[in-house]
C-alpha cells in the first residue's frame, strides 16, 4: 500500500505552490531519497525549478533542533562558471525565491542567500543558507574542503568533472551539528541536458549502476518531441502540427512534462534551423554529442563512416602517434581496394613517453600479434630531450616500434591527407570505416576538434584560424598523422617523396588510385 506521500503532489510547502502533477518523472525523482540523484531531459522540462525547489523542500523537512526548536540546514548550488550561474542558476533561484520576500543575497563571491523564516503557531522555524559556488575543474573541489553541508545541487552536470561529484560526497551530511539533531536527510542532487554516451554520467546511470543503501538513482524526463517515421505520416503533416526539420519529421511528445507553463508551440518552434544532433539533445532528450564551432573535418560524416570493421592479418597495422603529455595512438590498416580502416584507439592523459610507449606495445601484442607495424609520427618528436638527449622516435626504437615522421607537421597538410578518404567512395562505401568502438576518435571527428567561432559583428560567422587545442585534440593529430604517414599526402600531391623514406612501405599492393576511382 502507498504511502500518503506516495499519492499526493507537494503542494503549499514554506509558502510556495509546488505542483508537479504534471511531472510525474520529476515528482518521482524529488520523492526519492537516494544519497545522490540525477534527472536528465530535455530543455524546458523544469528540472531546474524543480532542483531549486527541493532545497525549500527539505529545509521544511529538517527535524527541528533540540535546543531552539529551528529547522537548520545548509545547501550548495555548483555551476560549471560563475557567469552561468548569474545568468542562468541564480536567475532561476531568484523566480522562486526573490528577495523582496525571503531576504537579500549576499553577492560577494561565494554568493549566498541565507533564509530565515520566523516562527509561526505550531510550525517552527526555519534557517537555511545556500552557497552558489562556480567548480568546473577537478582542482577546484578545494573550494569545498571547509564546507559544513546538509545537501548539494549540481545544475547542468554534464559540464562538470566528476571529480567535483566525488568531492562534494564527503562535505554533505555534516550540518546541521548533532548538538542542533543532525541532517533528517542528506545527499546530492543533479540535472542536466543530455550527454554523449562516453560521459561519466551515463557510464554511471546505464553501464555501472550503484545500488545499495547509499545507491545512485538516475530519471530521464521524456522528450519534448518525438520524430514520426515518413511510413506513419499524415496525408498533410503541417495542417496536422507536425514540423520538418534537420532532415526529419517532428511532433510534440503526448508525454512531455512542464508543457502547462511554457508558451504555446515552444518546441516547434526551436526546430528551426538546427542541426540534428541539437534536435536530438535539446529537444528530443536523447544521448547524444553536440558539437561546438566548426569541426577540423567537416567532410566526417559518424553515420556513414562509422560501424563493424575486421582487422586483416595479412596487411601491415599503421600507427598514429601524437607525442607530448597527453599522448594518444590511432592503429588503423590501408585495405587493398584503397579504403582505411580504424581498429582501436590509445587516448592518455598526464603520462610520460615511456610509460605510453609499454602501453602501446603490450595493446598491439595483445591484440595484433605477429603483425607487421607501421608507426608514425609528429616530426616534433625529432627534438632531443633537454634531459636524456634522445628524441621521441629514438625512445620509441629501443621499445622496438621503428616509429617515423610523417611529411610534415603543418596542420593543413595532415588535415587535409586525414581529410581525402572521407572524401572518396570505394566500391560505393566511404573510403574511412572506424570502429565504432573508437569513441574518442569519432567524437573529435564530429566536432569535438573544432575552430572556435569568432565574436564579431552581426550576421557574420567566422572562426578562428587554428583549431581549439582539447581534450579531443591529441586524438585528432594522432588520426591526421595515421592518414599522412600512410601515404595520403603522397597520393594527393602525386609527388614521389624521397624513395629512401620510410613512407614508401606503406603503399598498400594495388592499382587504386585516389583520382582515377573517384
Not at 511532433?251 to 538546427?274: D, F, H, R, T, V
Request: proline share 6%; net charge neutral; glycine share 10%.
Amino acid at each position: 500500500m502507498k504511502s500518503k506521500a506516495e499519492k499526493t503532489v507537494p503542494g503549499d510547502i514554506g509558502g510556495l505552490n509546488l505542483d508537479f502533477s504534471t511531472s510525474p518523472v520529476i515528482w518521482k525523482f524529488l520523492r526519492s531519497n537516494n544519497f545522490v540523484r540525477g534527472v536528465v531531459g530535455p530543455v524546458g522540462s523544469g528540472k531546474s525549478y524543480a532542483c531549486a525547489a527541493e532545497i525549500m523542500m527539505r529545509a521544511v523537512r529538517q527535524k527541528p533542533s533540540p535546543i531552539d526548536g529551528i529547522k537548520y540546514s545548509r545547501f550548495v548550488i555548483v555551476r560549471n562558471s560563475y557567469p552561468e550561474l548569474k545568468t542562468t542558476t541564480i536567475k532561476t533561484w531568484q523566480e522562486i525565491f526573490p528577495e523582496n520576500v525571503f531576504g537579500p543575497m549576499h553577492w560577494t563571491p561565494p554568493i549566498s542567500h541565507h533564509i530565515r523564516l520566523p516562527s509561526r503557531g505550531d510550525a517552527h522555524g526555519i534557517d537555511c543558507e545556500v552557497i552558489f559556488l562556480a567548480l568546473d575543474q577537478p582542482k577546484d573541489v578545494r573550494k569545498l574542503l571547509s564546507l559544513e553541508l546538509t545537501g548539494a545541487w549540481v545544475n547542468e552536470a554534464r559540464e562538470l568533472p566528476k571529480a567535483v561529484i566525488d568531492g562534494l560526497t564527503h562535505r554533505v551530511g555534516r550540518y546541521p551539528t548533532k548538538r542542533d539533531g543532525g541532517p533528517t536527510w542528506y545527499g546530492i542532487w543533479m540535472d542536466t541536458n543530455p550527454m554523449d554516451d562516453d560521459h561519466w554520467w551515463f557510464r554511471l546511470a546505464k553501464k555501472e549502476k550503484l545500488t545499495g543503501k547509499f545507491g545512485w538513482k538516475f530519471f530521464e524526463q521524456p522528450g519534448g518531441v518525438v520524430e514520426v517515421p515518413p511510413d506513419v505520416l499524415p496525408e498533410n503533416p503541417e495542417a496536422n502540427d507536425h514540423i520538418f526539420a534537420s532532415g526529419r519529421w517532428w511532433k510534440l511528445n503526448p508525454l512531455a512534462e512542464n508543457i502547462n507553463n511554457l508558451p504555446s508551440g515552444y518546441y516547434m518552434q526551436m526546430l528551426g534551423g538546427k542541426n540534428l544532433d541539437w534536435v536530438r539533445c535539446y529537444a528530443e532528450g536523447k544521448y547524444t554529442y553536440v558539437q561546438e564551432g566548426k569541426p577540423v573535418w567537416h567532410e566526417y560524416d559518424d553515420m556513414l563512416m562509422s560501424g563493424d570493421v575486421e582487422y586483416d592479418p595479412n596487411l601491415p597495422i599503421q600507427i598514429g602517434l601524437d607525442f607530448g603529455l597527453t599522448p594518444a595512438a590511432v592503429i588503423g590498416q590501408r585495405l587493398n581496394n584503397g579504403r582505411w580502416i580504424v581498429l582501436h584507439e590509445i587516448v592518455t592523459f598526464d603520462m610520460g613517453l615511456e610509460r605510453f610507449g609499454n602501453q602501446l606495445l603490450a595493446e598491439l601484442n595483445g591484440k595484433f600479434p605477429k603483425a607487421q607495424l607501421m608507426v608514425w609520427g609528429d616530426p616534433a618528436g625529432l627534438a632531443r630531450d633537454a634531459i636524456y638527449e634522445v628524441t621521441a622516435f629514438d625512445h620509441l626504437k629501443t621499445l622496438g616500434l621503428n616509429a617515423q615522421p610523417t611529411h610534415s607537421n603543418k596542420f593543413m597538410v595532415r588535415r587535409e591527407a586525414a581529410a581525402a578518404p572521407m572524401l572518396r567512395l570505394v566500391e560505393g562505401k566511404p573510403g574511412l570505416i572506424i570502429s565504432r568502438e573508437c569513441k574518442l576518435l569519432r567524437k573529435s571527428l564530429a566536432g569535438g576538434y573544432h575552430f572556435k567561432r569568432l565574436a564579431i559583428g552581426a550576421g557574420q560567422e567566422r572562426f578562428k584560424d587554428s583549431p581549439n587545442k582539447n581534450e579531443h585534440s591529441h586524438i585528432g593529430d594522432a588520426f591526421g598523422y595515421l592518414l599522412l604517414g600512410g601515404g595520403e599526402h603522397k597520393r594527393m600531391t602525386r609527388s614521389g617523396l624521397n624513395k629512401n623514406t620510410f613512407i614508401a612501405q606503406t603503399v598498400a599492393n594495388t592499382d587504386f588510385d585516389v583520382f582515377t576511382s573517384l
